[in-house]
């Protein structure tokens, strides 16, 4: 602080003034008479340092009054100026914005916001003022009218009963010269004489801000410490004129010198992206907290006022167990809260959106009823890729579209656990979408304020249950004792909505379609702010803007995102208007503030900070990053140690089991129930053995366990094409309805009369087969829904082009080449067996379906083959894998099929087991490299003692994390069972 003023010679503010930081000015407020003295701080941060630092500093007695100027004013308001209804920063927005509609153009337009407005209101300059500057000669450009016309007209409307902020402060020193200076200052609601007030790390004050100081001067003594600013800034009115007109007034103006004993070590580091930039700076404070040298209140970190860096700031350090002190406000449009309203008014005003959708639902503060269970509705737009838009008639009849096609489906291996999920799926989004559309299908006709206002109290707020669940999760909260945002910002919404109406209704605003009322409540919540209960004062700082430092000194000051035009100086709505050499001046002086917030200590230090890319976007250094008088020095090598995790961490991170991992990684889940809970667990994950199943139990025990005793879902990736499992169930329909036409027997068809006429694609010339097994498909594909990115891809893999063979003709080719090499010929289809037999020395009952069964006869003994369709060669067992029981599946049919027919009568035995693949590409232009996989019957029983032991797994309640090395790379499971930090139990 350089300078002070102070309003008479005598005052006893003198030694509060020469304090030279914020910490200094509270411990000599402490010398004053209790709640005695008020302080004004530069933003609402410095409410919540001042407190701090007074708890730090004194420690006990009653802390003094802080206000910020704007919170002071209306805190006078109510006692002097008591009938004059007042309307914030955010109502002046709205109302002109509102003045620039009515007079044909737009406030960006016109390149004006209202805090511009504002500011020359506040320094006296008015419209008549501007219009007297014209003459015949030199008239006013055209855009200056045409903002002095929405001036004009915001003032009409205003009228001289509402007070905008620069009303209230003309009208409050107007109010304070006419009374009674004898009378002793009280705050409103308080009976304790205020004798005093400071003012704190203030660069500029406006016109009516003097004003108003001057006039408070006559009831009280009124200091001011002016801070200092950058020697490259040009005076201008910034200090030097506004001292002067106090100084003329009669106030009393001393310097204070502060002079550096230490010079300021400063150190500029550059990582590769934000998020290494962000864990470099908090890797030196972590050491400093670990080793002592540094107390969490001795470091700030200032980072662009951007929310992505504010995000990646708070993930790191929580990551880091680095405490961040707690905001005493956040911006409204940073809650969950208003970021549920505005996706609902998103959702109504766009058709329905898919992003739109998924905000909505994903915030956490939309969930349904008892019977609506929201959720579905999401992971149902990523499978089949709803993109919205048209309303919620578009979504459900791709909802009912699925439905139908599902109900098509066939599971390829009897194991229906993923249809009948998707079945109850589809469901959930069918009541989702009926319960979303009774709350937010609006019509697309203009309505008043007043009608907005009500669609999102009731139907937004209310019957989307976004108030009650904000309720619900501040009460947990306060349970919990943390901080919370949810309570203020609902009732900050609902007093925006109030004073949107009110503006509104002042301005006369016609009717607007609900985009228009969205756009202009959007603003208001971006300019509102809310408190937050229960504000944690232990922390890091974590500052946003230059000014939230000013008057406060840290140890270590961390400056982040020092990039050309990001920081020290982030461009605000405020700044368009000004010239260039005007905005390099203020970032000089923002970067002095930030400076100047580092204490004389020779172990003080300021860090500059910047990412050498930004989503992948080369980045250039701040030009600022030069304009320092320190010594500059390399950054400490602790910054690249290892101290961003705790001990426990790493070594759950390295693999390194803190204790017997056997101990957490049995499995074991019966052996602690009772027998009743016991035998129900039983029936959940063995009421019959599929291949898929036992395969699953194969590759790892715990993965059965969560997947079908757990039921907990797969992950599904959103694709642009055909799913696998899509893909499969197309091409098995088209297979089953080629062969089932050249068959010619009806559906009702027994499996005797389906041996008794076996197919055989040789006696039908290859060009008549072709059309026909492109004809199922195009049938087939009618129920499926391929109306997505590729689709068109999708159909020219299947039916190829006029150079490359198609998939289906590519498999119709080796089925002729496999017929006329051999006499087993196919003769039943998508066969479903449900039997009960010995595998090994254990009888289970197998159910499953098997996609094609050939025979060949020798008298009374039907030899058969056992045919499956994988889509991809990865599905197909390897020679080696069989006999280890890794792939059960030929086994299991083999021997199920054999039981099944011999019980039907029919003397059967297995021959071989083929798998077959349809290929994946059309880049395979040779229809021999489709693969073609045989198994012999000797081979397959190999599986039969390994496939045993693996049934026993799956019944006996113990279901250890013992993967194959295959296993993990796609599972959806590797999180719950802890695999990632514990390793694999050999």
């Given at each position: 602080?350089?300078?002070?003023?102070?309003?008479?010679?005598?005052?006893?503010?003198?030694?509060?003034?020469?304090?030279?930081?914020?910490?200094?000015?509270?411990?000599?407020?402490?010398?004053?008479?209790?709640?005695?003295?008020?302080?004004?701080?530069?933003?609402?941060?410095?409410?919540?340092?001042?407190?701090?630092?007074?708890?730090?500093?004194?420690?006990?007695?009653?802390?003094?009054?802080?206000?910020?100027?704007?919170?002071?004013?209306?805190?006078?308001?109510?006692?002097?100026?008591?009938?004059?209804?007042?309307?914030?920063?955010?109502?002046?927005?709205?109302?002109?914005?509102?003045?620039?509609?009515?007079?044909?153009?737009?406030?960006?337009?016109?390149?004006?916001?209202?805090?511009?407005?504002?500011?020359?209101?506040?320094?006296?300059?008015?419209?008549?003022?501007?219009?007297?500057?014209?003459?015949?000669?030199?008239?006013?450009?055209?855009?200056?009218?045409?903002?002095?016309?929405?001036w004009d007209t915001y003032e009409r409307w205003k009228g001289g009963e509402w007070l905008d902020p620069v009303d209230t402060c003309t009208a409050l020193a107007d109010a304070m010269a006419e009374a009674d200076a004898s009378v002793p200052f009280v705050l409103p609601g308080d009976t304790t004489q205020i004798t005093g007030m400071m003012v704190t790390g203030i660069h500029v004050l406006s016109a009516s801000e003097r004003q108003f100081l001057m006039a408070l001067?006559?009831?009280?003594?009124?200091?001011?410490?002016?801070?200092?600013?950058?020697?490259?800034?040009?005076?201008?009115?910034?200090?030097?004129?506004?001292?002067?007109?106090?100084?003329?007034?009669?106030?009393?103006?001393?310097?204070?010198?502060?002079?550096?004993?230490?010079?300021?070590?400063?150190?500029?580091?550059?990582?590769?992206?934000?998020?290494?930039?962000?864990?470099?700076?908090?890797?030196?404070?972590?050491?400093?907290?670990?080793?002592?040298?540094?107390?969490?209140?001795?470091?700030?970190?200032?980072?662009?006022?951007?929310?992505?860096?504010e995000e990646i700031v708070r993930d790191v350090a929580m990551e880091a167990s680095i405490p961040l002190a707690t905001k005493e406000r956040m911006r409204l449009a940073q809650c969950g809260v208003s970021s549920a309203v505005?996706?609902?008014?998103?959702?109504?005003?766009?058709?329905?959106?898919?992003?739109?959708?998924?905000?909505l639902l994903r915030s956490g503060y939309v969930s349904g009823d008892e019977n609506v269970h929201v959720l579905s509705l999401v992971q149902v737009s990523a499978r089949l890729?709803?993109?919205?838009?048209?309303?919620?008639?578009?979504?459900?009849?791709?909802?009912?579209?699925?439905?139908?096609?599902?109900?098509?489906?066939?599971?390829?291996?009897?194991?229906?656990?993923?249809?009948?999920?998707?079945?109850?799926?589809?469901?959930?989004?069918?009541?989702?979408?009926?319960?979303?559309?009774?709350?937010?299908?609006?019509?697309?006709?203009?309505?008043?304020?007043?009608?907005?206002?009500?669609?999102?109290?009731?139907?937004?707020?209310?019957?989307?249950?976004?108030?009650?669940?904000?309720?619900?999760?501040?009460?947990?909260?306060?349970?919990?004792?943390?901080?919370?945002?949810?309570?203020?910002?609902?009732?900050?919404?609902?007093?925006?909505?109030?004073?949107?109406?009110?503006?509104?209704?002042?301005?006369?605003?016609?009717?607007?379609?609900?985009?228009?009322?969205?756009?202009?409540?959007?603003?208001?919540?971006?300019?509102?702010?809310?408190?937050?209960?229960?504000?944690?004062?232990k922390g890091v700082t974590l500052a946003t803007s230059a000014d939230m430092l000013r008057a406060n000194q840290w140890k270590l000051v961390v400056m982040l995102g020092c990039v050309e035009g990001e920081f020290p100086r982030t461009l605000r709505e405020s700044d368009d208007g000004l010239p260039p050499d005007e905005r390099v001046e203020q970032a000089r002086e923002e970067l002095y503030d930030i400076k100047a917030s580092v204490t004389d200590a020779a172990d003080a230090l300021l860090l500059a900070t910047f990412p050498r890319t930004i989503d992948g976007s080369d980045t250039m250094p701040s030009q600022f990053l030069d304009d320092h008088d320190g010594t500059s020095t390399p950054l400490p090598d602790i910054l690249h140690a290892d101290v961003m995790i705790s001990a426990k961490e790493r070594m759950l991170r390295m693999g390194v089991p803190m204790h017997d991992p056997s101990e957490r990684q049995l499995g074991d889940v019966v052996s602690e129930l009772q027998e009743e809970e016991r035998q129900r667990l039983l029936q959940t994950v063995e009421p019959y053995i599929s291949p898929s199943r036992l395969d699953v139990v194969a590759a790892c025990p715990y993965r059965f366990f969560a997947r079908y005793a757990l039921g907990l879902p797969q992950t599904d990736d959103e694709q642009e094409n055909l799913s696998g499992r899509e893909r499969g169930s197309l091409l098995h329909s088209v297979v089953r309805m080629f062969f089932a036409e050249l068959q010619g027997l009806p559906t009702t068809a027994s499996v005797h009369e389906q041996i008794d006429r076996p197919v055989n694609v040789m006696m039908y010339p290859i060009d008549e087969l072709r059309d026909r097994l492109l004809g199922c498909y195009d049938r087939v594909a009618m129920r499926y829904d391929v109306d997505h990115m590729y689709a068109d891809v999708e159909r020219r893999v299947f039916r190829g082009t006029p150079t490359a063979v198609g998939l289906l003709e590519r498999w119709l080719l080796v089925e002729r080449e496999h017929a006329q090499a051999q006499a087993f010929r196919p003769a039943v289809f998508e066969y479903d067996v449900d039997t009960n037999m010995m595998v090994g020395q254990t009888t289970v009952r197998v159910k499953g379906r098997i996609d094609r069964i050939d025979v060949f006869r020798q008298d009374q003994l039907v030899l058969f083959n056992i045919a499956d369709y994988k889509t991809t060669t990865s599905s197909v067992p390897s020679f080696s894998s069989m006999p280890r029981g890794e792939h059960s599946q030929m086994l299991l049919y083999m021997l199920a099929v054999q039981a099944q027919w011999r019980a039907a009568g029919i003397e059967a035995e297995p021959n071989v087991g083929l798998y077959q693949t349809f290929g994946g590409r059309l880049a395979m232009r040779e229809p021999n490299e489709v693969l073609r996989r045989e198994f012999t019957r000797e081979m397959v029983m190999e599986a039969e003692d390994p496939a045993e032991t693996f049934i026993q797994t799956a019944r006996s309640g113990r279901y250890p994390v013992k993967p194959l090395a295959s296993a993990c790379l796609h599972c959806s499971y590797s999180e719950i069972c802890r695999k990632d930090h514990w390793g694999i139990v050999q």
């Open positions: 602080m350089p300078g002070t003023t102070y309003s008479t010679d005598d005052s006893p503010l003198r030694q509060a003034c020469r304090a030279t930081s914020l910490e200094a000015t509270i411990r000599a407020c402490a010398a004053f008479p209790p709640r005695s003295i008020i302080l004004v701080v530069p933003t609402s941060t410095h409410v919540r340092s001042a407190t701090a630092l007074w708890m730090r500093e004194i420690g006990a007695g009653l802390p003094p009054r802080v206000f910020t100027m704007s919170n002071l004013m209306r805190r006078l308001a109510a006692l002097y100026l008591p009938d004059r209804p007042l309307i914030s920063s955010s109502d002046v927005s709205v109302l002109f914005r509102q003045a620039a509609i009515a007079n044909g153009t737009t406030a960006s337009a016109l390149g004006l916001s209202a805090a511009d407005v504002l500011q020359w209101k506040a320094n006296g300059i008015t419209t008549e003022e501007l219009r007297s500057m014209a003459d015949e000669e030199r008239p006013l450009p055209r855009r200056t009218e045409r903002i002095l016309q929405v001067a006559d009831h009280i003594d009124v200091g001011i410490q002016w801070s200092r600013p950058h020697e490259d800034v040009v005076e201008r009115t910034r200090n030097f004129e506004q001292i002067s007109e106090f100084v003329l007034r009669g106030w009393t103006y001393e310097h204070v010198a502060v002079e550096r004993t230490h010079p300021l070590r400063e150190v500029v580091h550059s990582e590769h992206d934000r998020r290494a930039e962000v864990r470099a700076a908090l890797t030196l404070v972590k050491q400093g907290l670990l080793d002592g040298t540094l107390a969490l209140h001795d470091v700030c970190i200032v980072a662009p006022g951007t929310a992505a860096y505005m996706a609902a008014l998103d959702m109504m005003s766009t058709g329905w959106r898919k992003a739109d959708v998924e905000r890729r709803i993109h919205g838009g048209e309303g919620p008639d578009d979504w459900m009849q791709r909802i009912e579209l699925r439905r139908a096609t599902i109900a098509a489906m066939d599971d390829d291996d009897g194991d229906d656990v993923e249809i009948m999920r998707e079945r109850t799926l589809l469901e959930g989004a069918r009541a989702a979408v009926r319960w979303l559309r009774e709350r937010c299908d609006v019509g697309s006709a203009p309505m008043s304020a007043s009608a907005f206002r009500t669609l999102v109290q009731d139907r937004i707020l209310r019957d989307l249950g976004i108030q009650a669940a904000a309720i619900a999760r501040a009460h947990r909260a306060d349970e919990r004792m943390l901080p919370t945002a949810d309570r203020a910002a609902v009732d900050a919404i609902n007093d925006a909505l109030q004073r949107y109406e009110r503006m509104a209704s002042i301005a006369g605003a016609p009717a607007l379609p609900l985009a228009d009322h969205a756009q202009e409540f959007r603003r208001l919540v971006r300019e509102a702010t809310v408190g937050i209960d229960d504000v944690r004062l």
